[in-house]
Nanobody, 120 residues
Framework: QVRLVESGGGLVQAGGSLRLSCAAS????????MLWYRQSPGKQRDLVAT???????NYADSVRGRFAISRDNAQNTVYLQMNSLKPEDTAIYSC??????????????WGQGTQVTVSS
């Protein structure tokens, strides 16, 4: 199995920045796409950003130009740099990875989430 540990959330004022990290460990053979989602109270979970194992990125319209996703394949870690934060970015941010295990089975694994709160 794969364990994901997120860090970097917290409280920040509007206009500020935060950097989230998500480190994967376990019976990993290879990692495919790595993703960040977010969910606000009472709302559905939304996809924020994705990065393929080749480094191709994609963003939700609401964060494009403000957020940047990156990955360190040697460390099995994905990052989300969040700049120019707005109160509406307040949510629980969760990472997910598409992993091929040493058994050669594949699955998507999820982190527990980290709270990001942006004050106005």
């Amino acid at each position: 199995q794969v364990r994901l540990v997120e860090s970097g959330g917290g409280l920040v004022q509007a206009g500020g920045s935060l950097r989230l990290s998500c480190a994967a460990s376990g019976s990993i053979f290879t990692l495919g796409a790595m993703l960040w989602y977010r969910q606000s109270p009472g709302k559905q979970r939304d996809l924020v950003a994705t990065i393929t194992n080749g480094g191709i990125t994609n963003y939700a319209d609401s964060v494009r130009g403000r957020f940047a996703i990156s990955r360190d394949n040697a460390q099995n870690t994905v990052y989300l740099q969040m700049n120019s934060l707005k109160p509406e970015d307040t949510a629980i941010y969760s990472c997910a990875v598409d992993a091929t295990l040493v058994s050669r089975s594949t699955a998507r694994f999820w982190g527990q989430g980290t709270q990001v709160t942006v004050s106005s």
